[in-house]
């Protein structure tokens, strides 16, 4: 983060081969009886001394959940998860309103030390401001004042729905419905906490705004809830990145991330994920059932960045919705799948506007005995004149077990568009292996050498610091893994 | 009187004698019509063609010279509403070519060897209708070592009003064999026939099969039209199938390529007018070794016609050095055609070299802008770039006549 990382810092790194996040913070924590049902819902709300406009909006959810069916589409294969199992609420105990570091729970301080960004250091030496999240309660947060003082609002959900109610009723649900799809409603009906941010018209957010998200407490489900909202003519930068303790027991995770990106604004939400992806024999592991969706305005642009290294199964399309005219939307992926993890990602951009534009590329990385999926739709509508798509789709595979998959859904309704689709998959090329080799590099470096520039033109559009946290990633998991 | 959706079938089932037909009855009356959610019938809307009270006919065909291919020397075989039709059929009898009529070829054990063999891998309710119902339609077998010269002409006619007709084909290739078949789909006359064609060819070890498919139906009928292919090793397929007319139109090709060292080409071109739906669903499953495969489709949507074009190339574990290509590429000319694309990959394998691409869009303004400015009109320059534009495809017939003809349709 920030500093710079060396060669010798990556032979250090790559020594410790294990998941090295995998630890467990010792916090006592609150917590809802398993089970989901009406009773509970009231439980998380009035916990979280919501507003009644609120707890209404999470009991239509969870009735629109119970008539929904789990969606079984997607080429993944994973035991389903039961809902009456789950605790649908854990926080870390609410002492008192914080005020300094020093009153923050040591133990949330180590674990943050542990993952590198602890938070004198994250205000002293970068500009990043730090929203940490442990177990769904927002427990710190930095910068805020210096962001205050632009008007922006970074801030916990809950602690949005207290402050300003009335940006959160207008904007929550807007992008993603309740009924959307079946873990959309599920995170409508219990969702726990997450990040809420608000860029006033026309200001620049001047520093790169960070969430660390944190499964902790054993058998929680996560259920986060991110909305960002950027007026007219602003622009923000968001990181998201998550690590998550090692344990067997299957947990499931539903975030609904929204973007709205009003007229003139611009978003770009990048994401490193590398949850617990399950031991080597694909045992554990995370579940990563996720809707994210951003909505764009006149002139608008919405950028999705993702590397996706850790879960079991990911199940996640982050999509732009094309409203305004001359609006833009792009999804840079990368996704590594290695031993027996399941990824099937992708994105969705409807056009709407006229003039739009979207760009997909999408590189997925293939190891082990793991199946990695593209899926995705390209929609014209009808009133899209001249919108214009370039989607690249490739697929690398490094052994002979694993799988690469490619569904692209393209929808055209209006002769004015341009769309071009391309997707190739192939090994990973053994003459470009032997050139390095020849060269003196060895066999696992030449490997890291060929897949980073194979997923540069995405890594290449991440901010500094997560794009070298992200290529840090894309060695460890792709570790012995060429068969 | 045959009730489609409620499956009351009341017409006689198929004349073969074989346990197969019993089990595709009993699948009928199991399986469900494809519904919206359907994922490979999603863009389909199949409700005017099943809510429809077919009726079931053999119907007579007065003069067939409309139909015929101009120049074309081949054995034609005749199809009327899916009956094989001794009047007009004209076969040429050689050494070690077999055509009859399905019925008559049923207890041939090459027939009984092949029958339904891959189709009853199939989950489609169509197939099974195909089976259970079939009145008729062509069993081919060539034996090993012949290189048949004259190409086989089956014409399939729709003859009737709110007729349905289940052609069932069946084509065996032998070993080092080589034939070529023709497959035309018209209309005599009357409006609203279904027709549920279904051919299964077998592609033995080192034999070539080309098959030659033109479809234009009138633009009230419908059409489920179902192609199960089955390569052995070192084998040569390739399909070229043409749509240019008909109401509903769903093609639905499936290669198996269960040999090492074979070549597999799958080309097509569709050109949508007026309210057409045009659906194009490939698959080809790559089973073993050191394979080719290539596909290219194309179409051409005009007025508020749908395309719609799902290729799937299918790389199975342990079939390694596959080198398989797909494209599709579509051309929108009204703001009201709908054009729907999903070229999928699934890879199993990991020495592989496989690609597909996929464009949706108008023709180049540039390019009609330079015809322009050399006193071409601006109709004239679009003609001449849809002309270009489905050369491509029309270039891959392999027979003279056809592709004359064919061009001469587009004309």
């Known amino acids: 983060m920030g500093m710079k990382y060396t060669e010798e810092d990556l032979k250090e790194e790559l020594k410790t081969k294990e998941y090295e996040f995998g630890f467990t913070t010792d916090i006592e924590s609150d917590r809802a009886p398993n089970g989901i049902n009406e009773d509970i819902i009231r439980f998380i709300s009035a916990k979280k001394e919501e507003p009644e406009w609120l707890l209404e909006y999470r009991l239509n959810a969870l009735k629109v959940w119970q008539k929904m069916v789990e969606p079984e589409w997607a080429h993944v294969t994973y035991e389903k998860p039961k809902f009456q199992d789950i605790s649908y609420y854990s926080a870390p105990k609410k002492k008192k309103e914080l005020k300094s570091l020093d009153e923050v729970d040591p133990e949330i301080l180590k674990t943050m030390a542990r993952l590198g960004i602890s938070l004198e250091e994250q205000k002293k030496l970068t500009g990043v401001a730090v929203d940490f999240v442990i177990d769904s309660v927002s427990v710190a947060t930095s910068f805020k004042e210096k962001l205050g003082e632009l008007g922006i609002i970074f801030c916990s959900f809950s602690e949005a729905v207290k402050e300003h109610p009335e940006l959160v009723q207008k904007y929550l649900g807007t992008v993603v419905p309740t009924g959307d799809n079946f873990y959309a409603a599920l995170n409508s009906a219990v969702f726990s906490d997450g990040s809420f941010c608000y860029i006033p018209k026309g200001v620049r957010c001047p520093m790169e705004l960070s969430t660390y998200f944190r499964i902790n407490d054993s058998g929680t489900g996560q259920f986060e809830r991110t909305l960002v909202i950027a007026d007219e003519g602003s622009y923000v930068s968001y990181l998201e990145g998550c690590t998550a303790p090692q344990r067997d027991e299957n947990q499931l995770h539903a975030a609904v991330v929204e973007l709205i990106a009003l007229d003139n604004a611009e978003i770009k939400y990048s994401t490193v994920q590398n949850w617990y992806p399950g031991d080597k024999n694909g045992k554990g592991g995370v579940f990563n059932f996720v809707t994210k969706r951003g909505i764009c305005y006149k002139n608008s642009k919405i950028s999705w960045t993702q590397v996706e290294t850790g879960s079991a199964i990911t199940w996640k399309y982050p999509s732009c919705i094309l409203k305004g005219d001359n609006s833009i939307g792009e999804f840079y992926s990368v996704a590594v799948t290695n031993n027996y993890q399941m990824a099937d990602t992708g994105t969705k951009m409807i056009h709407i506007g006229k003039n739009t534009k979207s760009t997909i590329i999408s590189k997925g990385i293939s190891a082990g005995n793991s199946h990695n999926s593209y899926r995705g739709l390209v929609k014209i509508g009808k009133g899209a004149t001249n919108a214009r798509n370039f989607s690249q789709c490739d697929s690398l595979l490094m052994t002979d077990r694993c799988g690469a998959h490619t569904y692209p859904y393209i929808e055209c309704e209006n002769s004015t568009a341009q769309l071009e689709h391309e997707a190739t998959t192939s090994k990973i090329g053994e003459d470009q292996v032997f050139y390095c080799k020849q060269r003196g590099i060895s066999e696992e470096r030449a490997i890291s050498l060929i897949v980073n520039g194979y997923a540069k033109e995405v890594l290449n559009k991440l901010p500094m610091e997560f794009a070298v946290e992200a290529q840090k990633l894309l060695e460890i998991s792709l570790e012995n893994s060429v068969g | ?411």
């Open chain 2, 1 to 411: 009187m045959t009730f489609l959706k409620e499956k009351i079938f009341d017409i006689k089932t198929s004349p073969i004698d074989s346990v197969e037909v019993k089990n595709a009855l009993t699948q009928v009356s199991e399986r469900e019509f494809p519904q919206r959610k359907t994922e490979d019938w999603r863009y389909a809307k199949l409700g005017k063609i099943l809510n429809k009270n077919y009726q079931f006919d053999a119907n007579e065909v007065k003069d067939i010279s409309a139909f015929l291919i101009p120049d074309l020397e081949a054995d034609l075989v005749v199809l009327v509403n899916g009956f094989y039709n001794e009047q007009w059929s004209n076969i040429k009898s050689l050494d070690g070519v077999t055509i009859l009529p399905i019925e008559k070829a049923s207890q041939l054990d090459a027939f009984k060897n092949h029958f339904n063999v891959l189709a009853k891998e199939s989950q489609e309710i169509f197939t099974s209708i195909n089976t259970a119902y079939n009145q008729g339609g062509v069993f081919v077998e060539v034996a090993k070592n012949i290189q048949v010269e004259r190409p086989i002409f089956i014409l399939n006619i729709n003859a009737g009003n709110g007729v349905i007709s289940n052609a069932r084909n069946l084509i065996v290739v032998a070993q080092s064999s080589e034939l070529k078949v023709i497959q035309r789909y018209v209309t005599q006359n009357g409006t609203e026939n279904f027709n549920n064609a279904l051919t299964e060819v077998f592609v033995k070890q080192n034999a070539k099969v080309t098959i030659e498919k033109i479809q234009d139906f009138s633009e009230f009928d419908r059409q489920v039209c179902t192609e199960e292919i089955h390569q052995e090793k070192d084998s040569n397929f390739v399909i070229n199938t043409f749509t240019l007319s008909g109401g509903f139109v769903r093609n639905g090709l499936n290669i198996k390529v269960d040999g090492t060292n074979c070549y597999s080409e799958m080309n097509g071109l569709f050109i949508g007018k007026g309210e057409q739906f045009i659906d194009n669903h490939t698959r080809i499953d790559h089973l073993k070794s050191n394979c080719i495969s290539s596909e290219l489709y194309k179409g051409i949507l005009k007025d508020s016609a749908t395309g719609v074009f799902n290729g799937k190339v299918i790389v199975h574990k342990d079939a390694q050095v596959i080198e398989a290509y797909q494209q599709n590429k579509n051309v929108l000319l009204s703001d009201t055609a709908t054009m729907n694309t999903k070229p999928e990959l699934e890879i199993f394998a990991d020495d592989v070299k496989c690609s597909h691409g996929t464009t949706t869009g108008q023709f180049d303004e540039e390019a009609i802008f330079y015809l322009q400015a050399r006193g071409i009109s601006k109709n004239a320059a679009k003609e001449m770039l849809i002309g270009a534009f489905a050369n491509e495809v029309i270039e891959k017939i392999s027979i003279d006549a056809v592709k004359d003809f064919v061009l001469a349709k587009l004309a």
